[in-house]
Structure formats: structure tokens, C-alpha cells
């Protein structure tokens, strides 16, 4: 599930410092940084310390399906 974030720049930047963006690929995309995903969604993705996806969308921009 994705977390709705009222600031998600001021979010990335604290993944960002805390080394736990993600690596991975999302629709040709790093999924580390923030980008207006094909579905509509402004969001990035990280890592928990135990390895966990986590996905954090900016508030407004959630695709409800």
C-alpha cells in the first residue's frame, strides 16, 4: 500500500539521508527518486532496515483504481 504525503520532497530528502532509497527499476524509472509515475501517482520508493518496499505518494495524486 502506498503512504499519502502532504511534503513528499521534504520525505525524500529524509530517506535521501538516511541512504534507504530504492534501486530498483519502475516503469524504465529509478524508483529511488521522485517522478509523475505513468498511472498519475507523484511518488518514490525506499527501503525499511529490514528490507521492507515501502512506496510514499504525494497527497492528491493516489491512483485509486
Do not use: Q
Not at 15 to 38: F, I, N, Q
Amino acid at each position: 500500500d502506498a503512504l499519502p504525503i502532504s511534503d513528499i520532497d521534504a520525505v525524500y530528502e529524509r530517506a535521501k539521508a538516511l541512504g534507504c532509497l530504492s534501486r530498483e527499476t519502475v516503469h524504465g524509472r529509478p524508483g529511488g527518486e521522485v517522478h509523475v509515475r505513468p498511472w498519475g501517482e507523484r511518488s518514490f520508493y525506499a527501503r525499511d532496515r529490514w528490507k521492507n518496499a515501502l512506496c510514499f505518494v504525494a497527497a492528491g495524486t493516489e491512483y485509486m483504481g
